[in-house]
């Protein structure tokens, strides 16, 4: 008698294997969940700063990864992660379940919609090891292209229909050849960096509006500690800034909306 017949005739191969892939199917899923709780975790009460025990699934075991360029190794998780900032907000109840309410600048203290990851204060990098971000003078391989609007030299306005300075210069992201930031310069002559995709570049007039910012506002924006490169952590901080103001640059954005 053929082996194969004897062993099919007593099993349904075909809800065999249907089992067997539900039981791979879970196992992924568990795996790629686990594997998801490297950064983050362990969870940490905000009230209390004390660690929260784990979740129905366990932490992964501690894994070392070799960071390019010589960035050093990361182990995750492990000790210091995640954000350690304390939180200028206040609950508006004892419970967790209350909303929380800034106690200082929410445009600064990095809560709400300006908030901010503890992301590496080093540049990002190109394959190469370059900085991935640069202002166009830096770099003479990136220039507008023909038939575009070469948008520097306009005047910058405000949300609230002031000018604030003109467009320095464009920075350009030399992995993706896109334009990622607007180089400002204020009336003072120090200069702040704006996201391009927060930029509305007028067809009809010599402007670049940014509707996120109030005319008082430029001047609180996060700087860069070198003028011609921009940080993880600077990038993040400039994004939350101009984000936040879309709710905080004016009193009149906190209230209801109809």
Not at 75 to 92: S, W
Not at 104 to 120: I, L, N, Q, S, T
């Amino acid at each position: 008698m053929d082996i194969t017949s004897t062993i099919t005739g007593y099993f349904d191969v075909a809800q065999l294997t249907l089992y067997l892939f539900w039981i791979f199917f879970f196992g992924l899923i568990f795996w790629i969940q686990r594997e998801n709780m490297r950064e983050g975790f362990p969870l940490v009460s905000e009230r209390t700063g004390e660690e929260l025990p784990a979740a129905t699934i366990p932490l992964p075991d501690p894994k070392t990864f070799r960071l390019p360029h010589g960035g050093g190794e990361l182990t995750v998780p492990g000790p210091n992660q995640g954000d350690t900032r304390p939180v200028a907000a206040e609950r508006t109840g004892h419970d967790d379940s209350f909303p929380l309410v800034p106690t200082g600048d929410p445009m600064k203290d990095g809560v709400g919609p300006a908030a901010w990851c503890e992301r590496a204060d080093k540049p990002d990098l190109t394959y190469h090891g370059d900085a991935k971000i640069v202002p166009m003078r830096v770099d003479e391989n990136w220039v507008v292209a023909g038939g575009s609007k070469d948008i520097r030299g306009r005047a910058v306005i405000s949300g609230d229909d002031r000018q604030v300075g003109t467009v320095k210069d464009l920075w350009v992201d030399r992995s993706e050849s896109m334009i990622r930031y607007i180089e400002i310069e204020l009336e003072d002559g120090s200069t702040r960096l704006a996201p391009f995709t927060l930029c509305y570049v007028n067809w009809w007039k010599p402007t670049v509006t940014i509707r996120s910012l109030h005319a008082h506002n430029f001047e609180g924006v996060p700087t860069t500690a070198n003028p011609e490169q921009v940080t993880l952590l600077e990038e993040d901080k400039i994004s939350a800034y101009y984000c936040g103001g879309l709710l905080y640059a004016s009193k009149s954005r906190e209230e209801p909306q109809l």
